[in-house]
């Protein structure tokens, strides 16, 4: 079983939909990050929390540590936030990152 | 520009033939890493380094070579590339432990 488990592995959504994608884990971490990859692109980084929720635009991510999940929202969903999220948690002191298999968004419009 | 460079962006090569991936970094960040991706597996770790001088294996070092002779820079070498190892490959950087990771835009590596 992977430390780090995401779902949905895919997603299509509609146009201004609002959309959740869960991650949990089975370690014990300092930080949980969220992850952003455009097709045939870089990966950059959307949100890093370690307790309670953080909100950038749309987006919004929360954690639940005593449950060891995560939930990344978007509201208004957009074509172009068509994406693969991506959930990576960091554990200990040594700055290495697990990460999940992601989870393809499509959002149609 | 500051950021994080990866070259090249696309490679082929044959197997058995030595291949380096550059990753070149201007924020002087003290961590570097290097990750492949693979369909259905997450990010994994290959090689990090702390500090200039200073690396350490991580998930999956068998085959790679890295060295960090200056903070800016992280080489991945593949000695004797083998099939297996026909990836897409991420460099990473971040200041200090609690940092996020700021990834470069990646390499395709495709080994015949």
């Known amino acids: 079983k992977n430390e780090v488990e995401q779902s949905p592995q895919n997603l299509t959504a509609q146009e201004g939909e609002f959309i959740t994608i869960n991650c949990s884990y089975s370690v014990g971490i300092s930080a949980l990050h969220w992850l952003q990859q455009h097709p045939g692109g870089g990966i950059v980084s959307l949100f890093m929390?370690?307790?309670g929720k953080k909100k950038h635009g749309r987006l919004i991510a929360t954690i639940n540590i005593q449950e060891k999940h995560s939930s990344l929202h978007i509201t208004a969903s957009h074509p172009r936030d068509s994406a693969v999220y991506i959930c990576a948690v960091r554990g200990g002191a040594t700055n290495k990152l697990i990460f999940g298999t992601g989870t393809l968004l499509a959002v149609q419009p | 520009d500051a950021g994080i460079t990866q070259s090249p962006r696309y490679k082929i090569t044959e197997t058995g033939r030595q291949v380096t991936l550059m990753c070149h970094q201007t924020w002087s960040h003290s961590y570097m890493f290097w990750y492949r991706q693979d369909l259905g597996h997450g990010l994994r770790l290959i090689y990090y380094?702390?500090?200039?001088?200073?690396?350490d294996k991580g998930e999956v070092p068998d085959g790679y070579v890295v060295s960090r002779s200056k903070t800016e820079n992280f080489p991945l070498t593949l000695e004797s590339a083998t099939r297996s190892q026909t990836s897409v490959y991420f460099c990473a950087s971040s200041g200090v432990s609690n940092q996020p990771q700021h990834f470069g835009d990646g390499t395709r590596l495709s080994i015949l």
């Open positions: 380094s702390a500090a200039a001088d200073i690396t």
């Open positions: 929390l370690s307790s």
